[in-house]
């Protein structure tokens, strides 16, 4: 099944249990039409959380560019003694 | 049955003069010792800064048999230089990297030791995995990153952590179905194939990998590529 169907059947889901809570009135009306407003908003602070956490979780490497300096000073070593043209950037 | 694997490396580069020679050495110093057979595809778009002319004096040095140079005659995509290198690769797994070394070769044993163990049709570099990382990047560059990124999990959820991500292994049947398939450009290409993929059920594998930005030259990251960014998300929702 296509994605974007997958997701479609979701809300579908989701719209039809937000519809039955509307009619089996076991909430007051007033709150169940907000809901969806809930759900959306929850969704939007849910994806900002993720991205701060992920933020602040960042792997970082710095130790790496050391060693890649490294690497590239052995590779220059070598090429250059055989005969490779690694010129001067 | 013993089958030996081979491993096809494609880089396809385009005013690389110095850094290619540094990949291939190092690609050399990583793979020769552990006795893999291995060829590297350098599909060079014409490249005006004399790459190709160092590439024969690498050829000269490793031998014609380890390095293939397979030019075009000019800038005509990734995608279709993955396909052009494919077109030569005679090894059964295809593995395709940048050439500008913010892909280190020193990850390549990891990720032909995660495809032995898993028996995975796709191994992809992570950034965002333990054991990973990146440097180079300032806070902005991070932020857009991670938004994006948690953006793309919600909409698509791929089943791999680094969808951008261009240091992967492919087992090369499974490299020509998936490509041919793709109609995307620059990174969102990359994004298609590893959606695509997933979608098709490919058992797909990650191996965290380091990631150094750009140490000769510098990458863009503008307003441009985000409205692209955003294009190819809704692309792939709506035809993946």
């Given amino acids: 099944m296509k994605h974007v169907l997958k997701i479609f059947s979701l809300l579908l889901v989701i719209s039809a249990l937000w519809i039955g809570l509307l009619q089996a009135s076991i909430m007051p009306q007033s709150h169940t039409w907000l809901l969806p407003i809930y759900f959306i908003v929850s969704l939007g602070c849910y994806g900002l959380l993720m991205v701060g956490v992920g933020l602040m979780r960042f792997p970082t490497c710095p130790q790496e560019a050391l060693l890649l300096q490294q690497d590239i000073a052995e590779a220059k070593g070598f090429l250059k003694q055989s005969g490779v043209d690694v010129g001067c950037k | ?240």
Wanted: a positive charge; proline letters at 3%; glycine letters at 10%.
């Fill in chain 2, 1 to 240: 049955m013993e089958q030996k694997n081979k491993y096809s490396i494609i880089v396809p580069t385009y005013n690389e003069r110095l850094n290619i020679a540094l990949i291939v050495y190092l690609i050399f110093k990583h793979l020769r010792s552990r006795d893999v057979d291995f060829e590297i595809i350098v599909v060079d778009d014409g490249s005006p800064d004399g790459t190709q002319e160092v590439v024969k004096q690498l050829q000269k040095l490793y031998g014609e048999d380890h390095i293939l140079l397979r030019p075009r005659p000019k800038k005509l995509g990734l995608g279709t230089a993955y396909i052009h290198g494919l077109k030569h690769a005679s090894g059964n797994f295809v593995v395709i990297m940048d050439a500008d070394l913010s892909h280190h070769p020193k990850y390549l044993p990891s990720f032909i030791k995660k495809q032995l163990e898993t028996g995975a049709s796709i191994v992809t570099g992570t950034r965002y995995s333990k054991g990973g990382g990146v440097h180079g990047w300032n806070l902005m560059r991070k932020l857009t990153s991670r938004g994006a990124n948690v953006l793309a999990q919600t909409l698509l959820w791929p089943g791999v952590s680094d969808l951008t991500g261009s240091f992967r292994l492919y087992r090369k049947s499974v490299l020509e179905d998936v490509i041919s398939s793709c109609v995307s450009k620059g990174y969102v290409f990359q994004m298609e194939m590893i959606v695509r993929a997933s979608r098709e059920g490919y058992h797909i594998e990650e191996v965290p990998i380091t990631f150094v930005d750009r140490v000769f030259g510098s990458s863009k990251l503008g307003g441009s590529e985000i409205v692209e960014y955003l294009k190819g998300l809704v692309y792939l929702l709506v035809t993946t």
